[in-house]
């Protein structure tokens, strides 16, 4: 069944237009009309759901989850025709839709499951002690509560898992906070449909209509006017790091600055190391390859770097991925302006001092093939440039001429989200030596793997030190994520009767 978009934004169970128009730019398959949000907009949206706070947050915790289960459905319901548009306006395959759906929906259904379990809220229980000296003690309770409306911003790269009801909506929601979306005008239609998804959800589980809303974009003033926006208390975002600093500057200068939890986008550096190499370069060379290329290599935790030590065994596995990454074709990427980034990105790369080009490419106005690179370790610690995201598919490797001076290019990294040690047993005691240096790197360390899965779980963490995310104590997947909108509160000799439900 066809979806054709009708444009509007959903402010409190409303939808509205605007007089002022922007048309979508899919990779294929028609263009449509989308109103472009305003500050307005935003000042409405913000106030209901201001408004709606106040009964949502006293929700129940299996009020919530039924919520969050029925968000889940109602997308699903609409699975072919959330297909259908995503991968015409993003020109990623249906597989990889329907797969991102499924993530989608887990998402919600894991935090049903994780508040019906009512850890998240860290209960805790001093109690008084009248008798003590010399001084008593009060009874004291304390437990997390939700802090209030909270913005969350699609990503482009992620049209389900990150954006309208992604898994910072899905945080949020569980919390007990209400969101506003400001969507992205890469995927709008793709946005409007699940945004119907909530709504229906918010209809048939008599949530107050302020609960959640999307603004369509087309217009930077909006996500300015959301984030600067007294009644939001905290920011959800997934980007660049250019724009997302900028928000995140915003946030910090307001007469109440509030937490801007951005994921802000890494190079996943990979250490292969000396016996690993030897036993398996070829395979890890295909792997690499793979890694690199999946998605256009479009992903946040895409493994851009391969750090080795000089040598036969290392120039096979350059060479083995040089092999495997000139087979790949070309793929769509997200947008044209994701596509001139990602050429301009790697004529920089390309003219720097000391980069050797290894497999260079001509890419279309919307395409990408693989670019790969190397350069000399003291060339790379001598340029910080070379350490910046590419995204894309374009791979740097870093050749190093021995165990120390591998060492210094992992001292020298800034916050990533991920970083991998390639290791076989016998490189143990060199894993022993880099491991709590990229454990202070970096938010998840791999052993023998690639970075571009992201399990949602409780164990995860997709975050780590700056510029990968804005907060270094906080993830933006797993049920960890649920902490970046709640609050600590204590209850200090409050009456059974007056205090909440949960801490009782």
């Known amino acids: 069944m066809t979806y054709t978009p009708h444009g509007k934004h959903l402010i409190a169970g409303e939808w509205i237009a605007t007089e002022n128009r922007f048309q979508s730019e899919p990779a294929r398959g028609p ?80 935090f049903a499951s994780h508040i019906l379990k009512g850890d998240y809220l860290d209960r805790r229980h001093d109690k008084a002690l009248p008798d003590r000296k010399p001084a008593p003690r009060p009874d004291l309770r304390m437990m997390e509560q939700p802090i209030g409306p909270v913005a969350v911003f699609g990503a482009s790269n992620f049209p389900l898992a990150f954006s309208t009801a992604g898994g910072d909506t899905a945080a949020a929601l569980a919390a007990g906070c209400p969101v506003v979306v400001k969507g992205h005008s890469a995927h709008p239609g793709t946005g409007e449909i699940v945004a119907e998804a909530v709504l229906a959800a918010v209809k048939s589980c008599g949530m107050p209509d302020g609960v959640f809303s999307l603004i369509q974009g087309g217009n930077r003033a909006v996500g300015s006017a959301l984030v600067q926006h007294p009644l939001i208390k905290a920011v959800g975002f ?47 060379g295909k792997g690499w390859a793979g890694s690199l290329t999946m998605g256009a290599g479009q992903f946040c935790t895409n493994p851009g770097i391969a750090v080795v030590i000089e040598g036969a065994e290392a120039d096979a596995f350059i060479e083995t991925a040089q092999t495997a990454l000139g087979e790949g074709g070309a793929q769509t990427m997200l947008t044209e302006g994701i596509a001139k980034a990602y050429r301009e990105g790697a004529e920089t ?17 919307r395409s990408a093939k693989p670019f790969l690179y190397k350069v000399a370790a003291s060339d790379w610690l001598a340029n910080h440039a070379l350490c910046e995201e590419v995204f ?3 791979g740097l490797v870093v050749v190093a001429k021995d165990v120390e001076e591998l060492v210094r290019v992992a001292l020298s990294f800034r916050g990533q989200l991920t970083a991998t040690l ?41 975050g ?41």
């Open 392 to 394: 894309g598919p374009l």
């Open 31 to 110: 263009a449509h009309d989308f109103s472009v949000g305003t500050p307005e907009l935003v000042a409405k949206a913000c106030e209901a759901a201001e408004e709606a706070f106040w009964r949502y947050s006293e929700a129940s915790r299996e009020e919530r989850a039924a919520f969050l289960n029925a968000i889940a459905d109602e997308i699903e319901a609409r699975g072919e025709r959330i297909t259908e548009i995503g991968t015409q306006e993003t020109g990623l395959p249906e597989a990889r839709l329907d797969g991102e759906r499924g993530r989608t929906t887990g998402q919600l259904r894991l």
């Open 238 to 284: 997934t980007g660049s790091l250019g724009g997302g600093r900028a928000l995140f500057d915003l946030c910090a200068a307001r007469p109440e600055p509030i937490p801007f939890f951005g994921e802000l986008g890494s190079v996943n550096p990979m250490f292969m190391l000396p016996e690993a190499i030897s036993s398996r370069g070829a395979e890890l």
């Open 422 to 462: 390639h290791m076989d047993d016998a490189d143990a005691d060199l894993a022993r030596r880099l491991l709590p240096v990229l454990q202070r790197k970096a938010g998840r360390v791999l052993a023998n793997g690639f970075p571009t899965g992201v399990e949602v779980c409780d164990s995860m963490v997709h």
């Open 464 to 504: 780590g030190p700056y510029p990968a995310s804005t907060n270094f104590g906080a993830t933006s997947v797993g049920t960890l994520s649920i902490r970046r909108f709640l609050r600590p509160v204590c209850y200090q000799n409050l009456p059974e009767n007056l205090l909440p439900v949960d801490v009782r």
């Open 349 to 365: 790369i390309g003219a720097a001092t000391g980069v050797q080009a290894l497999l260079t490419s001509m890419c279309d106005q």
